[in-house]
Nanobody
């Protein structure tokens, strides 16, 4: 079992920045990829960025150059640095962890990010 707790969401003006954090606990040595997803009401949850244990990253096109995902394996924490935020970034952001074994996936409860224009 893995538990994920997100923090760092909030209200920010367009053009501003936020940093989200996700702390993992439990079977953390089993975690391969960690990722951030986001969801707005009425739409499917979408991948924002992911980072593998070896540091390889992947970004959704609309956030490339603005968001940076990073990972501190010693602290079992993944971060999402978000710059140049705009209204379209408003969503609930969820942390996700995928284990090496069977690809089991775990989710955090989410943190709200609201960008005012």
């Amino acid at each position: 079992q893995v538990q994920l707790v997100e923090s760092g969401g909030g209200l920010v003006q367009a053009g501003g920045s936020l940093r989200l954090s996700c702390a993992a606990s439990g079977a953390v040595v089993s975690i391969n990829t960690m990722a951030w997803y986001r969801q707005v009401p009425g739409k499917q949850r979408e991948l924002v960025a992911s980072i593998a244990r070896d540091g390889r990253t992947n970004y959704e096109d609309s956030v490339k150059g603005r968001f940076t995902i990073s990972r501190d394996n010693a602290k079992n924490t993944v971060y999402l640095h978000m710059n140049s935020l705009n209204a379209e970034d408003t969503a609930v952001y969820y942390c996700n962890a995928v284990l090496f074994v069977f690809g089991t996936s775990y989710w955090g409860l989410g943190t709200q990010v609201t960008v005012s224009s």
